[in-house]
């Protein structure tokens, strides 16, 4: 026993000689190496958003409220139609019915109904369904074909659901919104979207200043209610941008506040009051834009300052930038038209302007819009008692801008601006509302009969055809 002991404790003492003896001479030596850190690390972005389920917006109760305010309105106009074998040889035309449809926006318990002026243009006769059924003769109070909005009342035996109206210079680009209507016919139809653009301008004349969304409309649609999340109105559904006629993509409102604004003059006033900055502004990528250098600004550059307006009145001048209005910053001229035509006669806005570097606020009170563009001539607007003497004429409106392919024509005829037109087809023209009414009712073939008195006081006429 003592033997196999004494081989066990010198066998663990020459292993363990043997692996000291390795470790000090034949094992090769490590170094440690201390690494610093880096002084210019590379941080990724990273979200500390907890991933929680996203939940989508609740729609049911702004469906329910906008569907029993939203109608069906139907266009019975009367026409004579395409000619038959049997009109012609009985010599005589039948009458024929012919019907429309589109939507309408209750807004209020009385019966008044916003809609689209082209839904109700050149009506016979006038019908409104309500959600429940219940059909309607209704009156137009009133239309707007410049924005598209038109007044209709319906005397019911009851108390009606209506929409309220939400500030639409507040909705935002993103915000989820309904469109409410009956396309094709299918009667309190519901689509969600959201606001893809505002101040959107189809015209290409900046006239316009529409929501866009893409919440599906077709044709039907118009008239019906564009409401956010609420249920408040921020629009009336107008047009679609389509190349097949039906929706592919983006749909048009005109804003709640521009909508509103009209039909508070009709039932006010009985027509449109348009209240005008006076301002023209120059048009970015134009001829004169690019020689200014004014194509980087942000804002708009005022190319000239009408005469007389609330703009020059209140100090605007020639070369001012204009960047907010009302607090709103504007970028193109559809931000400013916008928010001009959610305005009246007399309402003040603030501009924030920016002239040689410096930052001004204007206050400008909105005056009458008293000119107008009078086809192949320009501008004209009222003329002052002081116009007409100095060139002794009886009656008629100022030429204050001459435009178009004619400009040239009329200025080498030595047709100025300052010229005063005095009637239009025989018709006596003491204000620009008479030149609106006699281009009105002009026939697409009747000549253009312009009578006007020169720079240098001298009668003339002149004949378009």
Known sequence: MKKILSLVLVSALGGALTLGTYKVFVEPKSEFV??????????????????????????????????????????????????SLQDLFSGRTTPRAQMGTGSGVIINADGYIITNNHVINNSDELSVTLNNNKTYKAEIVGSDPKTDIALLKIQADE??????????????????????????????????????????DLSGTSSQSFIQTDAAVNPGNSGGALVNVRGELIGINTAISSQTGSYIGYSFAVPSNIARRVIEDIMEYGNVQNGILGVNILNSNSKEALELGVNEIEGLYIESVIEASGAEKAGVKKGDIIKEIDGIKVSKFADLTGHINAKRVNDVVNLKVSRDGNIKTIAVTLTKNDTFILPLVGMVKNAKREDLKKLKAPNGVKITELNGKYADYWKNNGVKEGAIITSINNIKINTVDDVKAAIENKSYYEPLQIELINSNGEKERYNFR
Not at 169 to 191: C, H, M, R, Y
Request: aromatic share 8%; glycine share 4%; no cysteine.
């Open 159 to 200: 108390e009606l659901p209506f929409v309220t109206f939400a500030d639409s210079d507040q909705a935002k680009i993103g915000e989820w919104v309904l469109a409410v209507g009956n396309p094709f016919n299918l009667t309190s139809t519901v689509t969600a979207g959201i606001i893809s653009a505002k101040s959107r």
């Open 34 to 83: 201390v690494t610093a850190p880096n002084p210019n690390p590379v941080f990724l972005p990273t979200s500390n958003v907890n991933n929680l389920a996203y939940e989508t917006p609740d729609f049911t109760v702004a469906a329910e409220n906008a569907v029993n305010a939203v109608v069906h309105v139907k266009n019975i106009s009367i026409s004579s139609g395409q000619l």
